[in-house]
């Protein structure tokens, strides 16, 4: 079956560095979505790229969709405190209905 | 303009107990998936449901869980005879309809703790 992987699972940053998730699937995505999880909340949907090699932004947000359709990234510049969760990439392959999520990468930030 | 609601949000069990997990999709929304998720993991697919019908149930285990979305009311999870394994947040989401492109509305989750 599709697997969808997620790395780094943890990662530690200081206030104001940058940030970047990897997420890769084993097969070709039809498109891939976002979501962010708060510590003790529920995942909230940030974007979807549909199109290979889309890039799109939200303000300190970059997320690429790879050429392949395949795998993506999200990138944040400059953290801050309010940036602190997890966040999952989902991606839906070919003729399927329900969205696999990778395991998430967890962003703690020390200020 | 109410989300996705479930409830219980939390909900403890005795071993060999069942448990009864609702979820009401966001209005005009007709088709409802369920999630589990175990500390510190991702979200496990679990099944996909529009209103009487079970569209993808590949992510459910064989026994003791079941899933139905009738006609009227909320989507229902039960697991029956419950083992401290099952205790997780059990995620339930909805999506206007199944096409390829939808995003998931979750809702705040339902707490199961098996003592």
């Known amino acids: 079956g599709q697997q969808v992987m997620q790395i780094p699972q943890y990662q530690h940053v200081q206030e104001g560095e940058d940030f970047t998730t990897y997420c890769n699937s084993s097969t070709t995505l039809s498109n891939i979505q976002w979501y962010k999880q708060r510590p003790g909340g529920h995942p909230v949907f940030l974007i979807q790229?549909?199109?290979?090699?889309e890039v799109k932004k939200q303000k300190r947000l970059t997320f690429q969709f790879g050429e392949a359709k395949k795998n993506s990234s999200l990138h944040i510049t400059a953290t801050q405190t309010t940036d602190v969760g997890t966040y999952f990439c989902a991606g839906r392959g070919g003729g399927a209905d329900g969205l696999t999520f990778g395991k998430g990468t967890h962003l703690i930030i020390q200020p | 303009n109410a989300g996705v609601m479930q409830n219980p949000r939390h909900l403890v069990r005795r071993r060999g107990q069942e448990a009864r997990l609702r979820c009401s999709p966001m209005?005009?929304?007709?088709?409802v998936y369920w999630y589990r998720q175990l500390p510190e993991e991702g979200l496990k697919f679990m099944v996909y449901l529009q209103k009487e019908n079970i569209i993808d149930e590949s992510g459910m285990p064989k026994e003791r869980f079941s899933a139905e979305f009738p006609k009227e009311g909320p989507s229902i999870l039960r697991i029956q005879q419950v083992v401290r394994g099952d205790s997780a947040a059990y995620f339930c989401?909805?999506?206007?309809?199944?096409?390829?492109?939808?995003?998931?509305?979750f809702g705040a989750g339902s707490r199961l703790t098996v003592l």
């Open positions: 209005k005009g929304h007709s088709h």
């Open positions: 989401a909805s999506s206007p309809t199944g096409l390829g492109a939808n995003v998931l509305t």
């Open positions: 790229l549909v199109k290979s090699g």
